[in-house]
Each structure stands twice: as structure tokens, then as C-alpha cells.
């Protein structure tokens, strides 16, 4: 029987891959042709998609971008023996977007059925929890911490770290919280994993429980993320019933109870302590620090909090040894980041690749550069709240500290592009005004100086006081820097800042008096 692969992912389903699978379905059975149509992952092509790939001998051969009316024509052309198409691509694993990456954590996305604990196990699913079965606590938190890894959510703060202070915490119960509110622009990594690997996050979070002593787990999850909440709940269910999660995993004797919770849309809830308050059922309010999460978190227990990406990488980590994953990337910044091209790019999609690569291969080797056909204008890595970075600075690693020394920040990796016809200043006021949209309301810098942020920058770009105006904005965005109790008032001001140092024609201004306001 011939395997015809049609991906499940969001993504793919948004520009019509469901009813090319019932295409394909419908038109076998008229042809008389018995094929098995499995519904994988996405390769994160998303240019390509839908991508219909077919195994011939053993090789996947791909077609792309595919819609109901190609395929009559794909049957005709012989394409389940991997026949010449207009849309035919060749091997999957040698399309050059593929190819260059190294991929760990997604080693398995669009490769796999992501429902199938069959197909999980045979790409070396629950290799990693088998040996930390056989692992000791203190040794499964070294682990983690000679890998180097760091967290994916934003912070980049060591693992290893944050996973011993549990450890070392005593507490009559600990648990493991998965920050899977994933709601920065540009970004669309977790909700990959969750969609088309999610066994392993399930693995990942197993193995964080056995690392510090943790016996539940939740999964706090976007409420925006229908999909990955309909696939996460069925792989925690067939993962009880093949025995990774319960009373007694794999036989051993150790528990490890895992639950999704769906958030109700706020984007503050992406920040750990009120994401904590959320949790609880109460309202999404920013906690005083400290106590840490990891001294006093969930219920006031200690508990690991890491994001999606993070906890997805730990089974690769334990399945390889920690200096394997230590082996790829720069300086302090180890291993590989999934990294989402988004905006005005010609080929938008996922890119994993180990830290040292360039922005400018990202947007260039990788992004095709702009769809438009235009020049490329900056991009805001980070999110809503990270910096723009001009065309000058597009030659920056993708290293958490090659970004902070150029005043940026890497986040969670989303990439957004945009061209030359971009109003920047336009950005800038948006910054001020999603902070002011999305602030919890508890500090006053963040509540009140987004408010006044926009009302300045509208002054601003009306030609009102202009002196007097780049001034109090510089000092709004100082005090919101340095008082507010969490980075979504913190961040605010890169974009603004950014905007008005690279672009300050943008604003009416000339350079000097933006370099004034940035000095």
C-alpha cells in the first residue's frame, strides 16, 4: 500500500490541506487505487502548503503548494510513483529550506503522525524519559544544565537553574507548569509542537517531573489555539493508556498526572506569575518577585515553569547526552532555536538552526527576502515588545548576547520583516498602544506611561512641541524601563526607541535630534 502524506497542522489546514486530503481520498477510491493517507506535522514550508508528499521505496517525494484542482492531475502524472508534476519538488529532505537546518527539537514535525505513539517511538520517542528512568534527580538536573539550554520563552534564563532550586526546595508538592500561551507577533513555534509533536512536550514534562520531585503538570495553553487543544488532550489520553503518564510510568513506580488549561486571551498571561494567578482562577495580575515560582509558585508550592519549545528540547537532551546538545551553537547560547519567519518575506515558515547563524541568512538564504519585491526595512525579533533592527545590523548571530549588545532581544525567535514602505513611527505607537491595551494594571508605569506614551507620540507626529515632546518620551520610556513590574511595561520601549534611533525621518525628525533622544 502506498502512504500519502497530507499535513494536520493549522497552518496547512487554514489554506485548504483538509480538502485536499478528501480529494486525494475521493479520487483513489474512484481509481480504484488503495493508498493510506496519513495527516502529519507540517515541515513549516509554509509557502508550500498544502505539501503532499507520497513514500516512494522509502523516499518521501513532495508536491507543493497543492489545491483540490491539482489533483486529477497529480493521479495522471503517476505522482504516487513519485511521477513529474509542475508541482513536484523532489525529495522532502532535500529541499534546501530543509536541508541546511539542524533540527532537534523538531526532529520530528512534519515527519510524523502526531497521534501516533507508534510512529513517536520509532523516531526515538521515549528515549530520553527510558534513561532518566534509570537517572537520579540530581543527575537529570546536571543534565540539563551542562546542555547549556536556556529558556525559550524570552528570558533565556539557564534551565538547569530554575529546575535545581526546585529540586533543593522542600515541599510536600511541587509541580510543572508548560507556558504554552504563545501571543507574540510573528511567532508559531509552540503551537507546532503541540499540533505535530505533542508527545514530546508530554515526554519533556515527564522528565521535569522526575528531575525535581514533581508529580503534576499543567499545560496553561492559549485559548486562540483550538487545534493544539483537541491534539494535546487525545495524546495525553493514548500516553495514560500506553502507561507514560499516571500512577506508575513505564512500570516504575514513579507518578507523573498531566492536564491542559486554557487561558481566557490575555497576553499578560504569558508573563509567569500572572500566568500563576490565571492558574489559580483568579485574575491576571502580576506577582511581587520574590518569592521565585521555584521557591513559591502554583498554590504557593514550588514550580517549574518553562515554555513549550524549552521542555520539547529536554528528551533530546536526555536521549543524546547533554554534551551533544552543548555541541551546536556560540558562546553562551547552546544548542539550535526554532526560528519563525513571518511578515514580508517570500518563503515564511520555521527555520531551526543553531545559534550563530545571521539575520541576514534568515531573511535572505531562508526568507527569500521580501515578498513585495521591495527592499527590506528592519525586522522586530522578539515580538511586539522587541527592538527593530535596521538593514546595518542584519549581519547580528542569533546569540541572546550579540542581540542585548546591539540593544535588542531575541525572545522567542519570531522574526517579522517588513519594507521599505513601513511606517515606523506607526510601529512605534503601536507598542505603546498594545502595552496599554494588554497592561494587568498594577503598576503605574505600565498602566498609566503606555496611556501617555501614545499620547505623546500622537503629539509628536502632529508637530506639536516637538523638543519638549522627544524629551518627555525619552524619560517616559526610562521610567517604564526601570520601574514596571514585569517586561511587558519594561519592553515597551525598545520598539519605540529603536524606531526613532534607525528611522527618525519616520517621525518629521531630523537624525540629530533622534540621536539626542536615544543618547
Known amino acids: 500500500m502506498i502512504t500519502v502524506y497530507v499535513p494536520r497542522d493549522a497552518a496547512a489546514r487554514s489554506v485548504g490541506a483538509d480538502a485536499v486530503a478528501h480529494a486525494i481520498a475521493r479520487d483513489a477510491t474512484a481509481r480504484g487505487l488503495d493508498i493510506s493517507l496519513v495527516r502529519n506535522g507540517s515541515w513549516g514550508l509554509f509557502w508550500l502548503e498544502p505539501l503532499v508528499e507520497v513514500d516512494v521505496d522509502g523516499t518521501r517525494i513532495a508536491y507543493g503548494p497543492i489545491e483540490t484542482t491539482d489533483v486529477p492531475g497529480l493521479f495522471e502524472s503517476g505522482f504516487l510513483r513519485g511521477g513529474s508534476h509542475p508541482?513536484?519538488?523532489?525529495?522532502?529532505?532535500?529541499?534546501?529550506?530543509?536541508?541546511?537546518?539542524?533540527?532537534?527539537?523538531?526532529?520530528?514535525?512534519?515527519?510524523?503522525?502526531?497521534?501516533?505513539?507508534?510512529?513517536?517511538?520509532?523516531?526515538e520517542g521515549y528515549a530520553g524519559l527510558a534513561r532518566a528512568l534509570e537517572t537520579g534527580p540530581a543527575d537529570l538536573v546536571a543534565a540539563i544544565t551542562q546542555s547549556g539550554l536556556r529558556g525559550r520563552g524570552?528570558?533565556?534564563?539557564?534551565?538547569?537553574?530554575?529546575?535545581?532550586?526546585?529540586?533543593?526546595?522542600?515541599?510536600?508538592?511541587?509541580?510543572?507548569?508548560?507556558?504554552?500561551?504563545?501571543?507574540?507577533?510573528?511567532?508559531?513555534?509552540?503551537?507546532?509542537?503541540?499540533?505535530?509533536?505533542?508527545?514530546?512536550?508530554?515526554?519533556?514534562?515527564?522528565i521535569a517531573g522526575l528531575a525535581v520531585g514533581a508529580t503534576e503538570g499543567y499545560i496553561y495553553l492559549r485559548v486562540e489555539y483550538p487545534d493544539a487543544w483537541q491534539v494535546l488532550n487525545e495524546a495525553i489520553r493514548r500516553?495514560?493508556?500506553?502507561?507514560?503518564?499516571?500512577?506508575?510510568?513505564?512500570g516504575s513506580g514513579r507518578r507523573f498526572d498531566l492536564e491542559v488549561r486554557r487561558g481566557a486571551g490575555a497576553y499578560i498571561c504569558g508573563?509567569?506569575?500572572?500566568?500563576?494567578?490565571?492558574?489559580?482562577?483568579?485574575?491576571?495580575?502580576?506577582?511581587?518577585?520574590?518569592?521565585?515560582?521555584?521557591?513559591?509558585?502554583l498554590f504557593g508550592l514550588p514550580t517549574v515553569i518553562n515554555n513549550v519549545i524549552s521542555l520539547a528540547t529536554v528528551p533530546v537532551i536526555l536521549a543524546r547526552g547533554a554534551e551533544y546538545y552543548r555541541d551546536f551553537g556560540m558562546g553562551r547560547s547552546r544548542g539550535t532555536l526554532p526560528l519563525q519567519l513571518a511578515g514580508n518575506l517570500a518563503r515564511g515558515g520555521l527555520v531551526e538552526k543553531a545559534f550563530g547563524v545571521s539575520l541576514r541568512e534568515l531573511l535572505y538564504d531562508?526568507?527569500?527576502?521580501?515578498?513585495?519585491?521591495?527592499?527590506?526595512?528592519?525586522?522586530?525579533?522578539?515580538?511586539?515588545?522587541?527592538?527593530?533592527m535596521p538593514p546595518a545590523q542584519f549581519d547580528t548571530a542569533v546569540d541572546y548576547e550579540a542581540f542585548a549588545a546591539c540593544g535588542a532581544m531575541l525572545g522567542h525567535g519570531g522574526i517579522v520583516a517588513v519594507d521599505d514602505t513601513a511606517d515606523m513611527a506607526a510601529f512605534a505607537r503601536y507598542a505603546m498602544e498594545f502595552c496599554a491595551l494588554e497592561s494587568c494594571g498594577k503598576c503605574t508605569p505600565c498602566r498609566i506611561g503606555s496611556t501617555r506614551g501614545v499620547e505623546v507620540i500622537d503629539r509628536l507626529l502632529g508637530g506639536q512641541a516637538r523638543a519638549r515632546d522627544l524629551a518627555l518620551l525619552n524619560d517616559l520610556c526610562e521610567t517604564m524601563q526601570?520601574?514596571?513590574?514585569?517586561?511587558?511595561?519594561?519592553?515597551?520601549?525598545?520598539p519605540v526607541q529603536s524606531a526613532l534611533k534607525h528611522y527618525p525621518e519616520d517621525f518629521g525628525l531630523h537624525v540629530r535630534d533622534s540621536l539626542a533622544t536615544s543618547a
Request: contains cysteine; negative net charge; proline residues 6%.
Open 154 to 206: 524570552g528570558a533565556a534564563f539557564p534551565t538547569g537553574i530554575k529546575w535545581r532550586t526546585v529540586l533543593e526546595t522542600k515541599a510536600p508538592q511541587k509541580y510543572i507548569v508548560c507556558n504554552a500561551d504563545e501571543g507574540d507577533s510573528g511567532t508559531f513555534s509552540d503551537r507546532m509542537v503541540m499540533e505535530d509533536d505533542p508527545f514530546t512536550l508530554i515526554e519533556g514534562m515527564t
Open 239 to 250: 500516553a495514560y493508556a500506553a502507561g507514560f503518564l499516571g500512577a506508575d510510568i513505564c
Open 87 to 123: 508541482r513536484r519538488l523532489g525529495p522532502t529532505r532535500d529541499i534546501e529550506y530543509l536541508k541546511a537546518q539542524e533540527r532537534l527539537t523538531f526532529a520530528r514535525v512534519g515527519l510524523t503522525d502526531p497521534l501516533s505513539l507508534e510512529d513517536y517511538r520509532a523516531h
Open 482 to 494: 526601570h520601574a514596571s513590574l514585569c517586561a511587558l511595561g519594561g519592553l515597551t520601549p525598545l
Open 366 to 388: 531562508y526568507g527569500g527576502g521580501s515578498a513585495s519585491g521591495r527592499a527590506l526595512k528592519g525586522v522586530q525579533v522578539g515580538g511586539p515588545l522587541g527592538a527593530w
Open 271 to 297: 508573563e509567569e506569575t500572572s500566568l500563576l494567578e490565571s492558574l489559580e482562577g483568579k485574575r491576571g495580575q502580576i506577582r511581587f518577585k520574590p518569592p521565585l515560582p521555584a521557591v513559591a509558585g
